[in-house]
């Protein structure tokens, strides 16, 4: 059963919402870093981390299983744009999150 244009774009705004309220997550993050407070910058790259598992979850099992069945998935500069900002984000967030682990290490291993 193809997906119509109308259901890849709900399905495509759904993932771009959650994956705009992960990247701002990572930013506030990063923020929470620069101020040295990096239990707290942790605590945000969860939050996002949450965010970026639900968009990734959009894209695997409603677009991308749905495919791999054989089923037609329309493309459209929407899709296209959801599934970039996605990998963007969460490329930021591993980022991120590497830098905050190595400067919590360098702080003397702050728990988290």
Same mark, same amino acid.
């Given at each position: *059963?193809?997906?119509? +244009?109308? %259901?890849?774009? $709900?399905?495509? *705004?759904? +993932?771009?919402?959650?994956?705009? %309220?992960?990247?701002?997550? =990572?930013?506030?993050? !990063?923020?929470?870093?620069? %101020?040295?407070?990096?239990?707290?910058?942790?605590?945000?790259? %969860?939050? $996002?981390?949450?965010?970026? $598992?639900?968009?990734?979850?959009?894209?695997?099992?409603?677009?991308?299983?749905?495919?791999?069945?054989?089923?037609?998935?329309?493309?459209?500069?929407?899709?296209?744009?959801? +599934?970039?900002?996605?990998?963007?984000?969460?490329?930021?967030?591993? *980022? =991120?999150? $590497?830098? !905050?682990?190595?400067?919590?290490?360098?702080?003397?291993?702050?728990?988290?």
């Amino acid at each position: *059963m193809a997906l119509t +244009m109308d %259901e890849v774009a $709900a399905n495509c *705004m759904e +993932m771009i919402g959650y994956t705009g %309220e992960g990247r701002s997550l =990572v930013y506030e993050a !990063v923020g929470l870093m620069v %101020e040295d407070d990096y239990q707290a910058a942790m605590k945000k790259i %969860e939050e $996002a981390e949450d965010n970026l $598992a639900k968009a990734h979850e959009i894209q695997f099992l409603k677009l991308m299983s749905m495919q791999a069945r054989g089923d037609e998935i329309p493309c459209s500069m929407l899709l296209l744009h959801a +599934m970039d900002i996605l990998m963007t984000s969460t490329a930021e967030k591993d *980022m =991120v999150k $590497a830098i !905050v682990k190595a400067k919590i290490k360098k702080a003397g291993g702050v728990r988290t």
